[in-house]
């Protein structure tokens, strides 16, 4: 019997997650045609390196307070406890930013509040960049909205601007370091951004997922530009900085000055949290607070400087081999062009059959990621050493 209610319709515009599951298929067909393979995956978009030793130490003392019927907590805080937001006010205090810690809403996932802002904004035109991580369109078409591109290429270094785009209000979104072109915006481009929106009226949701990888003179927070406050909302995640992706928690800020009319968007997002969130658990806020301390982040960078040294070693070899790349030094991508003009899924089978190697489609990010291909640098230093040597041989 078929129900009769109306679902979203809006859900059968969305892609299906088509391309983890043709990759998988793929490597499995290739493993049971060959069982003695040795096959090396670049493509890994998660972390691999244990907890900080800090983080281990605090989960461990917060579940004894649980135990404790004196320190037992229940529900936390919709927006965090006070403890986390002020670590990372202070954080941002680091970087020479200056935010209170009621600007800063704690979550279980970037992932989550990218999906989630969705619902507090009305029928507005998107703007997002092509290529980049899935989430900004998927989520955008679920509530039917209309989405522009704007196309990223070797040309403009995957950094596009807001030039030849008609002036009117936008969403805006913005991932730097990208994923997946590990494309970094500096602060000159930055600001051409914070211009054109703050000149339309527009709204810029900046993911800062992977600012814990920049090494090098880039901005580590849309905040660091002139009037940023007054149009942008960041996002950035515990997940790739500490390592968080299977503890999960995150945070969005949203600063006072950001209003629609009378109406601050902070005060949407603090209703749209205390309705449908109930907060993250308190073992997982200490262990954020942990990592944000001057030894945890000692820890979390021992982690980084691993996964960009594993970068290096993939860049060098495609540098050696003539072949255009971005990423790798200030994130944990690396973008290629597809060598011989093949498209991402030929280069795709090509390293599979003949390297046991598996990366990443770019056509996976978007239309503009055809010809392109991503690798990633969160394996094991052993196997990136391997697969190094694989890539010189055949490339
Ligand atoms: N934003 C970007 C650009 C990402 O690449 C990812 C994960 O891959 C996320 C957000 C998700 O972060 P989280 O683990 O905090 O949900």
């Known amino acids: 019997m078929s129900l009769k209610i109306k679902i979203n319709e809006n859900y059968q515009t969305v892609n299906k997650n088509y391309l983890f599951s043709e990759i998988a298929k793929r490597v499995a067909a290739y493993k049971n045609a060959k069982p003695d393979n040795s096959v090396i995956s670049l493509g890994i978009g998660d972390v691999t390196r244990p907890l900080p030793p800090i983080v281990i130490e605090a989960m461990k003392k917060a579940s004894d307070e649980m135990g404790d019927s004196k320190t037992f907590r229940g529900y936390a805080p919709e927006y965090g406890y006070d403890f986390l937001r002020e670590a990372i006010a202070d954080y941002y205090t680091k970087i020479g930013i200056s935010l209170t810690a009621n600007e800063i809403y704690a979550s279980d996932g970037a992932k989550s509040d990218v999906g989630n802002i969705v619902d507090i904004l009305g029928d507005n035109t998107i703007l997002i960049p092509d290529p980049v991580y899935p989430v900004y369109l998927d989520s955008n078409l679920m509530s039917g909205r209309k989405v522009e591109f704007i196309s990223g290429n070797m040309e403009n270094g995957f950094l596009p601007t807001p030039e030849n785009i008609s002036e009117k209000p936008y969403v805006i979104y913005l991932c730097s370091p990208n994923n997946p072109t590990g494309a970094v915006y500096d602060e000159k481009k930055l600001k051409l951004w914070v211009d054109f929106a703050t000149k339309t009226g527009s709204l810029i949701i900046y993911d800062a997922a992977y600012e814990a990888f920049i090494k090098e003179d880039y901005p580590h927070s849309i905040y660091k530009i002139p009037g940023a406050r007054t149009c942008a909302v960041e996002i950035c995640s515990f997940s790739k900085t500490a390592g968080f992706t299977g503890v999960r928690c995150a945070w969005s800020v949203f600063p006072d000055e950001l209003t629609v009319g009378d109406t601050k968007l902070s005060a949407l997002w603090a ?37 960009l040294g594993n970068a290096k070693i993939i860049g060098d070899v495609l540098t050696e081999k003539g072949i255009k790349f971005t990423g790798g030094d200030n994130s944990p991508y690396l973008w290629l062009r597809c060598p011989n003009n093949m498209s991402s899924w030929e280069f795709f089978d090509f390293l599979l059959n003949e390297a046991e190697l598996v990366g990443t489609p770019g056509a996976g990010f978007g239309k503009a990621g055809e010809g392109f291909f991503r690798l990633t640098s969160f394996g094991t230093r052993e196997n990136t050493l391997i697969a190094a040597e694989r890539l010189k041989t055949l490339l």
């Not at 658990?281 to 021992?302: D, F, M, N, S």
């Open 271 to 307: 209703r749209r949290q205390a309705t449908k969130f109930n907060g993250i658990p308190y073992v997982v806020q200490r262990a954020a607070q942990a990592a944000l301390t001057e030894e945890g982040l000692k820890q979390c960078r021992e982690s980084i400087e691993y996964y």
